[in-house]
């Protein structure tokens, strides 16, 4: 295994003035009409194509004929030989810029599940910037720095903002598994070359899956294991990071280390859950209370990302990040992966039911989810019984594809619209428009697939595994996420759907797998994750946050994109506990604190 830790970070068409060159960050890059000035990331140059690569390779030894190349190298040869389709066979998380001559052309690439980022811009000049630093790129100069209203649309419904968009108008984002290139004054290029279609390709009975599965997820822990022999693991009190911690500890000569963060309100802690599993594992374990009081890392974590990004658990990851770290850690296991390759999530359970609902006609079963959200109230809770269930009628009540997004979008449509005061803001197109595109191109006919394909290509990208980057960055922490490996990802997706998920079983292989390596209790557990209460958070003492969106609207939405009226009713019935807007306010909390540090430039 050969690893590259460093930043691709800049690429212009033209001489670089000697006082930009100066202000580069320590990982950088810079290409001219004759000559590629690096410094920072790993670089090579063979048989006329140059390389910047940034990641982790696991499976050199299995791509490289010859012995000693470094990534930079072997990414050289690979798309030397056979183009950009070769990068599909890397397996690890990175990011690389390619720039070949006769004719000169730059290329730039991101792993096939996005563990790392890549962003780009281009001048009207032609001159192209590319960074892993959304900030650094913001300051590069002649970048139309303005906000995207497509991007800021989509963040207001998924609290992220997707691939291949950035917050910003002049500034891309290169999509997973995907390579982005330009050659002199041509328009970007955008090349998918890996595909995370699932599908049937064989024949094995569940139990000879279940027992590659083990065979392939043990094989990747043993891969982590070589290159960080003292990881941690962070638990999340769930399936996914247990079972890791199970198979990791049988394959370790020491006792693994183990880190958990907990809450005060119960539903939501998960401390008793993972001090389970680190027992089962003879594991060290050390765990840590996040308060309200933690929501000043906040902040920072938003200007290392640049752009807003509201997914809460983004807190505690990287308060746990931060806790491994001071307890002399330098990489830790996630669980990443589990929900998406596997089966996790409770939505995949309600697109098979609504798979089998296909046979009854669509108006009795939109009658009776709308006669069950009649009799339902809205409740101020997340997380209890009457919410899931009006959650799923809301949810059948809709056509599949605005189905599948209720449960993950934060402002409705009808949301958005009645907030927005800009109608360029109003009118901007839906985030659907691109799934639609993406179900249809795939050629998929399951429910569930094609829905899982969204999340393959959009939420594990662009919201869970940027959650990581952004959680690690700055502590000296590196993530590493087994369940990501490429050998495992390529066997899951050719699985039958129903070895991983039905209407009454989520993750079915996964459960099989931590039968006696996990404690019983854990199988017995819903789906959390590191959640944060952030509604009773916002009703307790965060409260005043609230208070402060709407009495100093002016000073944060100088713009004047929202209405005033609509953001005072939303804060009035969620401290009144007549409906939970936590999420969402969360997610308008972040946009205020990533507006004013944008304005400070």
Known sequence: MTECVGGVVAMIGEALPADVVAKLPVAAAAVAPSRLCLHGGEQADEDGVQVLFSGRISNVAELAASTGLTSAALVARLFAM?????????????????????????????????QKSLYYARRKDGVVFFSESLPWLRRCPGVDIGVDFHALSDYLSLGYVPSPRSIYRGIGKVSAGTAVSWRGSDEALVERYWQPLTGVRGSLSYGEALEETRHLLGQAIKRCLQAQPDAG???????????????????????????????????YDERALAAEAAAMASAKHAERLVTPAD????????????????????????????????????????????????????????????ERLRLL????????????????????????APTSLRRLAAALAQEALP?????????????????????????????????????????LSDLVEQMNLLDLLHYLPDDGCRKETLAAMGTGVQSLSPILDMDLTRFALQLPRRYRVTCRERKRLLRSLAEG???????????????????????????????????????????????GKVLARYVDEHLAAQRDHGARLWALYCLRLWLCQNRKG
Request: hydrophobic residues 45%.
């Open 82 to 114: 056979r183009g950009v389709a070769a990068l599909a066979e890397i397996n690890g998380p990175f990011v690389a810029a390619i720039v070949q001559d006769n004719p000169r052309r730059l290329t730039l690439l991101r792993d096939q599940h996005g």
């Open 233 to 267: 693991i962070l638990l999340s009190g769930g399936i996914d990071s247990s079972l890791l911690l199970g198979m990791a500890a049988a394959l370790k000569t020491g006792p693994c280390r183990s880190f958990t963060i907990g809450f005060e309100q119960d539903n």
């Open 295 to 354: 929501l000043s890392l906040l902040p920072e974590l938003l200007a290392v990302a640049g752009e807003p990004f509201a997914d809460s658990s983004l807190l505690p990851t990287a308060i746990a990040m931060r806790f491994a770290a001071a307890h002399g850690c330098q990489a830790v296991f996630m669980g990443s992966g589990g929900d998406e390759l596997f089966g996790g999530y409770r939505r995949y359970q309600v697109m098979a039911l609504r």
């Open 361 to 384: 006609p669509r108006s009795l079963v939109r009658g009776l989810a709308k006669g069950v959200l009649a009799c339902l109230p809205e409740q101020a809770e997340q997380r209890s």
């Open 403 to 443: 189905c599948y997004a209720s449960f993950q979008e934060l402002f409705s449509p009808a949301m958005r619209h009645e907030m927005a005061l800009p109608a360029a803001l109003r009118e901007a197109p839906s985030y659907l428009d691109d799934w639609a595109a993406d179900i249809a191109a795939s050629g």
């Open 517 to 563: 390596v996990i404690p019983p209790s854990l199988l017995r557990q819903s789906k959390r994750g590191f959640g944060v209460p952030v509604a009773a958070w916002l009703r307790g003492e965060l409260a005043p946050i609230l208070r402060a969106l709407v009495a100093e609207q002016s000073q944060w939405d100088q713009e004047g994109w929202f209405d």
